[in-house]
């Protein structure tokens, strides 16, 4: 398996810098920046401001967590000077069923939810099977901040600094078997504490699900995330844990990741399972293969209004073609959607 990042993505900048430092290093060089432009600065640019975290106040985060941020990789790789998604937007505009179905339900809802303690079950075709409490799953790798677009099937994007971990150290440590072909990723069911699995209305058969290749949960870009703009994930973000993989569409962010298996077969997935013939297993974005609903050759990038509509032309994986066009050398995606 080769592990490599493009230059494309990767940030030369490699130096680990404390948050702190970092946070007012960006808020200069946005301030600087800004000036220069004579725009505003990004809300989340300053942790000091009562601004930056607008409409979620800061939780009082895991010891685990507080420890891992010290030691933070800021900004690993990022999104080639686009623009970062204002908090606000990436925080009030969710898509989490469980927590309701509108944009601003997770928002609203997911206060119920139960981040601490959280454990991840593993099992299926590994050396090292079990249940795992999440600061012990994450100890040994290192914390990243990867600044990522976020291209939704419903043709609307974003640009998010996620903090996570490659998905690829985790699974290293609980060692996949040369039986393993697929993993598939759990969700937290809960009902006495997400409105959406109780509702009779919902056409979801929970928990949701979502699976990727071996190769694909292996690669360099592909991440777990715990936290984003510099602090830890809230809820309606999918927290403690969830599914980060830049060029496929955002339904397989699967978030709130209570399990993994690794499999032989390729398992269900929750919108395959839903309408097979609008989602498909791999959910690359692709702007030449359109969704019935939804043409995928152009979005929307969030913020957006009718004035400022902020339309902008698909790229093919989302931009990150150099990194994995080559997963699928040989496959007709038209066909594997
Ligand atoms: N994970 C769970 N468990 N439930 C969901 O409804 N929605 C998916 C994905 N992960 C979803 C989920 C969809 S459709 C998208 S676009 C992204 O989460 C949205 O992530 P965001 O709300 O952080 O932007």
Redesign the pocket.
């Known amino acids: 398996m080769l592990i490599k990042v493009s230059q494309a993505s990767a940030c030369h900048e490699s130096e680990i810098t404390p948050q702190a430092a970092y946070l007012s290093r960006r808020t200069l060089m946005a301030g600087a920046a800004a000036l220069a432009a004579g725009a505003s600065l990004p809300a989340w640019a300053d942790s000091s401001s009562a601004s930056a975290y607008e409409g979620v106040e800061p939780g009082k985060p895991a010891a685990w967590f507080q420890e891992k941020l010290k030691q933070t990789h800021w900004q690993a790789i990022t999104a080639k000077g686009e623009a970062i998604t204002p908090f606000k937007d ?1 925080t009030h ?6 927590f309701g179905t509108d944009k601003g339900d ?1 928002a609203q809802n997911a206060g119920s939810l139960k981040t601490e303690p959280w454990s991840i079950v593993v099992d299926g075709e590994v050396g090292k099977p079990g249940k795992y409490a999440l600061e012990d799953f994450v100890k040994p790798s290192q914390l990243e901040e990867r600044i990522y677009r ?1 291209r ?3 043709a609307w994007s ?1 640009v998010i600094p996620w903090l996570g971990f490659p998905l690829a150290s985790i699974l290293k440590q609980v060692e996949p078997t040369s039986k393993a072909r697929y993993v598939r990723f759990e ?1 937290l069911q809960d009902p006495a504490t997400m409105p959406g699995q109780r509702s009779s209305f919902s056409y979801i058969q929970w928990p ?1 699900e979502e699976g990727l290749r071996l190769d694909e949960a292996m690669h360099p870009l592909t991440l777990l995330a715990v936290g984003m703009y510099g602090r830890e994930l809230p809820n ?3 927290a403690p844990l ?1 599914l980060i993989v830049p060029w496929k ?3 397989k ?4 990741i209570v399990r993994m298996s690794l499999v032989t077969e390729q398992p269900r997935t929750t919108w395959q399972g839903i309408a097979p013939d609008e989602y498909g297993f791999y959910a690359n974005v692709n702007p030449q293969v359109d969704h019935p609903r939804w043409t995928q050759a152009r979005e929307r990038r969030l913020p957006s209004g009718l004035f400022a509509p902020n339309v902008r032309e698909t790229q093919m994986f989302n931009g990150y073609a150099e990194d994995v066009a080559s997963l699928y050398a040989g496959l007709d995606l038209r066909v594997n959607y």
């Open positions: 990436a505009y969710n898509n989490f069923y469980e997770p976020l939704c099937v419903e974003m969700t949701y309606q973000n999918g969830r569409y955002g339904f962010g699967i978030k709130s």
